[in-house]
């Protein structure tokens, strides 16, 4: 065994430092009291390795004795104190409500099909299954897709405008290969993030130290990765480039088709040190996604035993669905002494989209024999409907987001002010043509049919618009964080947000608070300054406990998509959402079998006001345009993970959550009407995850992670214009994604080949999406009988697929 403390340059136990063994792969995090623990090979040197935050040890450890342990402690040459305040890691964000801090690196041997969001899934708080595993689109805690702020080192990130259904995004923006970690906040969050009602998802490039490089190959694309420093340590860069295809996963839909999804992106990071208080730092990304499709046929099987339909579709046609994101940002920081400090930052942001299809097709709905005993069981029993459809859409969009901001921080004995200015500039341009025509008994539901047009062919749906906006956005903030109360560690947040956009004039001002205290704040004071062996074991063995509150306005001014109404037109009137949160944290550290451990739980109540209804067509949101909603979401989320198997960690989620909203609404009679209470588009009410990780005990270079997600049945609503009705209810989502891996070779190999002598790790993953082959629904398609009765044909997201993926490290 070696085993030891890991402590800072003044002597302060550190909690949750990163520790590895390099020849093996094990890795661990320190204790509560800064202590690690690791079972090595005897009478065989290696290498250990320690990381926090952006500094980093390297300890050559030589051979251990047969049943011996030696004491290694790791002493950072860095301070991780300010003036009294800890200012770690894990202690900045243990003081926020709701933040999570997740470590890309430690994700990398799950089994996924979308991206790094596939994964915030399971770990994050409050996140419902929605969108689908292709989609890097996620619901928190009641809000849609549009309601959550992405980061990357400070530049917002927008989703794409036009995008119908998850298999056309191709790979979300975050390239975890460069990630050095992530914060995520389901709510109550702080002043300084911006202006959007659900989340934040803040993502910060590694700072290379030395030579790296990563190279992956599966049956979906390649990437690849390579980031170094120069020997003066005044210049570093960090480079990725991915490439995805999708079409082994398509081959699953119900949709059988030529599929030719492809999509890529390049991005780097440059950061030069001009001074020693003065850095220089250029993130760039260029990115394109091209979907095409051409449809051939769908067999679609429904309902239930007793009553079993199939709907088939004879396609003709193709979809081209593209876009190219180009994004550049360029921040400069100066820190004129350890106490202040000033950034400039400033980024382009443009996206340029095409949406062309024309698809025609002819179907038939059927009844299946149910009868088990007949021959023809499961085969068609007679025609209950069929028809013909023509979708076409025409559709062109180029945006332009300019911003250019200045932040700053002043450190105080007990307090830390932060200040930011901003302004953006956005420019949109789109061209709209769309129009959809059914005949017979109708492929969807019409409702503008003229009976007096009886030689004119009537559109189903039509809608052509030229839009261009242009406007500007002033932002603002102000924040103080400080120590009210030393004996119990009682800190406080508070903080003003003001936001001012010229398309309506309107400015909104978001006064946001919280608080944070340790009711055993003695035992953790015991913890920081007892150096070894004086702690009993008995003490060791209490709970840490953090307790929290936040509370806030969160607005989210109109962007393009809310202002659109179904018909193409602008709402120029169009006011900001709102949203009031109230949330109640704790989360604890632990140790139990001599690991650490974290137990988070929050229990959130939002009211909601001047709200925009909209419904949701597979990962599509289309918006009223009108403040005529308002309502609630309240509920509870609970996480656990440590390292349940010695070396590895892993994550058990639990969420319940309810949200509802009343709908103002002109009836028939030209009279204004309040709905009843009717469920959200994202109202899930239990949402169950797993992320878990195992290894043999005996042969560590066998690897299994198991990812299981549940998610209750949530609401569907088929007609936009009426949306003030209840709509249907989509089945639950069940899913599970197993993968098996095996180091081939590492450090510690024996007969390593001599042209691998610098590769630090190379593994080989088998991984099976949809263990279980289940059907989910994303969305439905409606289809009417001769009768004229309605039915609702699913559309089911990928089903089981085998990848094989190859790692290799430097």
Same mark, same amino acid.
């Given at each position: 065994? +070696?085993?030891?403390?890991?402590?800072?340059?003044?002597?302060?136990?550190?909690?949750?430092?990163?520790?590895?063994?390099?020849?093996?792969?094990?890795?661990?995090?320190?204790?509560?009291?800064?202590?690690?623990?690791?079972?090595?090979?005897?009478?065989?040197?290696?290498?250990?390795?320690?990381?926090?935050?952006?500094?980093?040890?390297?300890?050559?450890?030589?051979?251990? @004795?047969?049943?011996?342990?030696?004491?290694?402690?790791?002493?950072?040459?860095?301070?991780?104190?300010?003036?009294?305040?800890?200012?770690?890691?894990?202690?900045?964000?243990?003081?926020?409500?709701?933040?999570?801090?997740?470590?890309?690196?430690?994700?990398?041997?799950?089994?996924?099909?979308?991206?790094?969001?596939?994964?915030?899934?399971?770990?994050?708080?409050?996140?419902?299954?929605?969108?689908?595993?292709?989609?890097?689109?996620?619901?928190?805690?009641?809000?849609?897709?549009?309601?959550?702020?992405?980061?990357?080192?400070?530049?917002?990130?927008?989703?794409?405008?036009?995008?119908?259904?998850?298999?056309?995004?191709?790979?979300?923006?975050?390239?975890?290969?460069?990630?050095?970690?992530?914060?995520?906040?389901?709510?109550?969050?702080?002043?300084?993030?911006?202006? =959007?009602?659900?989340?934040?998802?803040?993502?910060?490039?590694?700072?290379?130290?030395?030579?790296?490089?990563?190279?992956?190959?599966?049956?979906?694309?390649?990437?690849?990765?390579?980031?170094?420093?120069?020997?003066?340590?005044?210049?570093?860069?960090?480079?990725?480039?991915?490439?995805?295809?999708?079409?082994?996963?398509?081959?699953?839909?119900?949709?059988?088709?030529?599929?030719?999804?492809?999509?890529?992106?390049?991005?780097?990071?440059?950061?030069?040190?001009?001074?020693?208080?003065?850095?220089?730092?250029?993130?760039?990304?260029?990115?394109?996604?091209?979907?095409?499709?051409?449809?051939?046929?769908?067999?679609?099987?429904?309902?239930? +035993?007793?009553?079993?339909?199939? %709907?088939?579709?004879?396609?003709?046609?193709?979809?081209?669905?593209?876009?190219?994101?180009?994004?550049?940002?360029?921040?400069?920081?100066?820190?004129?002494?350890?106490?202040?400090?000033?950034?400039?930052?400033?980024?382009?942001?443009?996206?340029?989209?095409?949406?062309?299809?024309?698809?025609?097709?002819?179907?038939?709905?059927?009844?299946?024999?149910?009868?088990?005993?007949?021959?023809?069981?499961?085969?068609? =029993?007679?025609?209950?409907?069929?028809?013909?459809?023509?979708?076409?859409?025409?559709?062109?969009?180029?945006?332009?987001?300019?911003?250019?901001?200045?932040?700053?921080?002043?450190?105080?004995?007990?307090?830390?002010?932060?200040?930011? %200015?901003?302004?953006?500039?956005?420019?949109?341009?789109?061209?709209?043509?769309?129009?959809?025509?059914?005949?017979?008994?109708?492929?969807?539901?019409?409702?503008?049919?003229?009976?007096?047009?009886?030689?004119?062919?009537?559109?189903?749906?039509?809608?052509?618009?030229?839009?261009?906006?242009?406007?500007?956005?002033?932002?603002?903030?102000?924040?103080?964080?400080?120590?009210?109360?030393?004996?119990?560690?009682?800190?406080?947040?508070?903080?003003?947000?003001?936001?001012?956009?010229?398309?309506?004039?309107?400015?909104?001002?978001?006064?946001?608070?919280?608080?944070?205290?340790?009711?055993? @704040?003695?035992?953790?004071?015991?913890?920081?300054?007892?150096?070894?062996?004086?702690?009993?074991?008995?003490?060791?063995?209490?709970?840490?406990?953090?307790? @929290?509150?936040?509370?806030?306005?969160?607005?989210?001014?109109?962007?393009?998509?809310?202002?659109?109404?179904?018909?193409?037109?602008?709402?120029?009137?169009?006011?900001?959402?709102?949203?009031?949160?109230?949330?109640?944290?704790?989360?604890?550290?632990?140790?139990?079998?001599?690991?650490?451990?974290?137990?988070?739980?929050?229990?959130?109540?939002?009211?909601?006001?001047?709200? +925009?209804?909209?419904?949701?067509?597979?990962?599509?949101?289309?918006?009223?345009?009108?403040?005529?909603?308002?309502?609630?979401?309240?509920?509870?989320?609970?996480?656990?993970?440590?390292?349940?198997?010695?070396?590895?960690?892993?994550?058990?989620?639990?969420?319940?959550?309810?949200? =509802?909203?009343?709908?103002?609404?002109?009836?028939?009679?030209?009279?204004?009407?309040?709905?009843?209470?009717?469920?959200?588009?994202?109202?899930?009410?239990?949402?169950?995850?797993?992320?878990?990780?195992?290894?043999?005990?005996?042969?560590?270079?066998?690897?299994?992670? %198991?990812?299981?997600?549940?998610?209750?049945?949530?609401?569907?609503?088929?007609?936009?214009?009426?949306?003030?009705?209840?709509?249907?209810?989509?089945?639950?989502?069940?899913?599970?994604?197993?993968?098996?891996?095996?180091?081939?070779?590492?450090?510690?190999?024996?007969?390593?080949?001599?042209?691998?002598?610098?590769?630090?790790?190379?593994?080989?993953?088998?991984?099976?999406?949809?263990?279980?082959?289940?059907?989910?629904?994303?969305?439905?398609?409606? +289809?009417?009988?001769?009768?004229?009765?309605?039915?609702?044909?699913?559309?089911?997201?990928?089903?089981?697929?085998?990848?094989?993926?190859?790692?290799? @490290?430097?």
């Amino acid at each position: 065994m +070696v085993s030891g403390i890991v402590l800072d340059k003044d002597k302060t136990p550190i909690v949750s430092a990163f520790l590895k063994i390099k020849e093996t792969g094990k890795v661990t995090l320190s204790s509560i009291s800064g202590r690690y623990s690791f079972e090595v090979e005897a009478n065989k040197s290696f290498t250990l390795l320690a990381s926090y935050g952006e500094s980093n040890i390297v300890r050559s450890v030589p051979p251990i @004795k047969l049943g011996a342990t030696k004491v290694v402690d790791l002493i950072f040459e860095k301070s991780f104190t300010l003036k009294g305040a800890t200012v770690t890691a894990e202690g900045l964000t243990r003081t926020l409500p709701s933040v999570i801090r997740i470590e890309p690196k430690k994700l990398v041997r799950f089994a996924n099909t979308g991206g790094f969001e596939q994964n915030l899934k399971q770990i994050g708080l409050g996140i419902s299954t929605g969108g689908g595993e292709l989609s890097s689109g996620y619901s928190v805690r009641g809000g849609n897709f549009d309601e959550n702020l992405v980061y990357i080192n400070d530049i917002e990130i927008y989703r794409p405008f036009l995008v119908r259904s998850g298999q056309q995004e191709g790979l979300s923006v975050i390239n975890s290969d460069l990630v050095d970690y992530v914060d995520f906040s389901a709510g109550g969050f702080q002043a300084k993030y911006g202006d =959007k009602l659900s989340s934040v998802l803040d993502i910060k490039y590694r700072d290379p130290d030395s030579f790296a490089s990563t190279a992956q190959l599966s049956l979906l694309g390649a990437n690849l990765h390579f980031e170094n420093r120069s020997k003066n340590k005044r210049f570093s860069y960090l480079f990725g480039a991915r490439y995805r295809s999708n079409q082994y996963l398509l081959g699953s839909l119900d949709v059988q088709g030529d599929y030719k999804p492809r999509f890529y992106d390049v991005q780097a990071l440059l950061k030069y040190r001009l001074r020693s208080d003065l850095t220089i730092s250029y993130l760039s990304s260029i990115s394109q996604n091209k979907y095409i499709v051409a449809p051939q046929s769908r067999t679609t099987s429904f309902g239930n +035993v007793n009553s079993a339909l199939s %709907l088939y579709i004879a396609f003709g046609g193709q979809e081209l669905m593209q876009y190219t994101t180009i994004m550049n940002g360029l921040n400069l920081t100066y820190r004129p002494n350890p106490n202040l400090k000033f950034s400039l930052n400033t980024s382009a942001y443009n996206t340029t989209e095409r949406e062309h299809f024309t698809v025609e097709g002819a179907y038939r709905l059927s009844e299946l024999e149910t009868n088990l005993g007949s021959e023809d069981f499961a085969n068609e =029993k007679r025609v209950l409907g069929f028809g013909y459809f023509i979708d076409h859409a025409r559709n062109d969009l180029n945006a332009n987001v300019y911003t250019a901001s200045h932040k700053g921080a002043f450190f105080g004995k007990k307090s830390k002010w932060e200040w930011g %200015l901003g302004y953006t500039n956005e420019s949109i341009s789109d061209k709209l043509k769309e129009w959809r025509y059914n005949d017979s008994s109708g492929y969807n539901i019409s409702t503008t049919i003229d009976t007096s047009l009886t030689n004119q062919i009537v559109l189903d749906e039509f809608l052509k618009a030229k839009i261009n906006i242009s406007s500007y956005r002033l932002k603002a903030f102000v924040q103080n964080t400080r120590t009210l109360d030393t004996a119990t560690d009682f800190k406080a947040n508070f903080g003003v947000r003001a936001n001012y956009w010229s398309f309506n004039e309107e400015n909104v001002i978001s006064p946001r608070l919280q608080f944070s205290f340790k009711p055993n @704040k003695k035992f953790n004071d015991a913890l920081k300054y007892s150096a070894q062996d004086s702690i009993s074991k008995d003490t060791l063995k209490k709970k840490d406990w953090l307790l @929290k509150f936040a509370s806030g306005y969160y607005y989210q001014p109109p962007f393009y998509r809310e202002l659109r109404d179904l018909n193409g037109q602008i709402n120029q009137e169009l006011l900001a959402q709102k949203s009031i949160h109230f949330v109640f944290g704790a989360d604890m550290n632990f140790e139990a079998w001599g690991r650490p451990f974290k137990f988070v739980s929050e229990l959130y109540y939002k009211h909601l006001d001047r709200m +925009v209804p909209y419904v949701v067509d597979n990962v599509r949101i289309r918006y009223l345009a009108e403040n005529s909603s308002q309502g609630y979401a309240t509920g509870i989320d609970t996480r656990v993970n440590g390292e349940f198997i010695q070396g590895v960690e892993s994550w058990f989620n639990v969420s319940l959550m309810q949200t =509802k909203e009343r709908l103002y609404y002109t009836d028939e009679n030209g009279i204004e009407q309040l709905s009843e209470w009717l469920k959200r588009p994202t109202d899930q009410r239990v949402n169950f995850s797993i992320l878990f990780q195992d290894e043999l005990p005996n042969n560590p270079s066998y690897k299994m992670n %198991l990812g299981l997600v549940y998610g209750s049945k949530m609401p569907f609503f088929f007609d936009a214009e009426n949306r003030q009705n209840q709509g249907f209810r989509i089945p639950a989502y069940r899913r599970v994604d197993i993968g098996f891996s095996k180091v081939l070779y590492d450090k510690d190999s024996e007969n390593r080949p001599l042209y691998l002598k610098n590769v630090e790790s190379l593994w080989l993953s088998l991984e099976i999406f949809n263990l279980l082959e289940v059907n989910n629904t994303i969305s439905y398609v409606l +289809v009417k009988d001769f009768q004229n009765n309605v039915f609702g044909v699913p559309n089911y997201l990928t089903g089981r697929r085998i990848n094989l993926r190859f790692v290799m @490290k430097i």
